[in-house]
């Protein structure tokens, strides 16, 4: 059994207790009963999340984990007690985090950006605030312009940090951000560039042509939305343009420029206009 991750395992049998689900290997873990779903038969596969409960029992839940093991996740801490604090993530166990683990004191109502790793000691699952020593940076197998999942971290004096795809740490510089962002949400961005010391600058906009593609694209749907006209110009200010379009006044004009050369739009002193 992969402990702290979801596993596919076959129907043994049903028991009062609940289903008792295998793997190849002969290892044998319970579903308790409130998990099973309808109508589910001996012999069925069913993917479910395997962990130790409180009594350190190796269970199974259909009950899906706002974090794995091996994963990063911004957790709310639902209690802090003498042995450390206790986060939500989301099955009927609690993750702890010990004292050891934390920077600072975390405080029962907040969320934290942490790692859930599985103990070598006690072979259970914790978590830990001290997140560094956990990101794959030193083998990048990413490539310029990819698009990849991102964890919005913590706000620094450049921008803000970001965990790329689960593995790598990465950074948004702050005048390229043109939406709403807090910390712990998960979206899409792109890789603008890899550093020769191994940082990683992220976009939250396609980088090179696709961006202009894109920005031309946003420009016309916010065109088509407004009766085909909008009142920006290639004087409107950098707030305007990142109110109406969220994006940077350069992309704007160069995307301006795509849809002039193609002849899709006037440009006026008031604004543009769609043709």
Known sequence: MNIGSHNRLKVLRFTPPGAYLGNESGEEVLLPTKYIPDRLQ???ELDVFVYRDSEDRIIATTLKPHAEINQFGYLYVKDVNKFGAFLDWGIEKD???????????????NSYLVYVYLD?????????????????????????????????????????????????????????????????DHTKGYVKNIRPDKKIDVSLQKTGLDN?????????????????????????????????????KKTFKRSL????KKRLVQLTAEGIRKL
């Open 120 to 184: 070598p000691k006690t072979q259970r699952l914790v978590a830990t605030q001290k997140i560094q020593g956990y990101f794959e940076n030193s083998t990048i197998n990413l490539e310029e312009g990819e698009e990849v999942d991102l964890l919005i971290g913590e706000e620094t004096e450049l921008g803000l940090n970001v965990v790329i795809n689960n593995r790598f740490k990465g950074l948004i510089y702050a005048n390229e951000i043109f939406t709403d962002l807090m910390i712990g």
């Open 95 to 109: 993750l702890m985090v010990p004292f050891r683990e934390q920077i600072g004191k975390m405080e029962k109502g």
């Open 212 to 248: 202009l593609e894109e920005g031309a694209a946003i420009i016309m749907k916010t065109l088509e939305a407004n009766n085909g006209s909008l009142s920006l110009t290639d004087k409107s200010s950098p707030e305007d343009i990142q109110f109406h379009l969220q994006m940077s």
């Open 42 to 44: 001996v012999d069925d």
């Open 257 to 260: 420029g795509i849809l002039y």
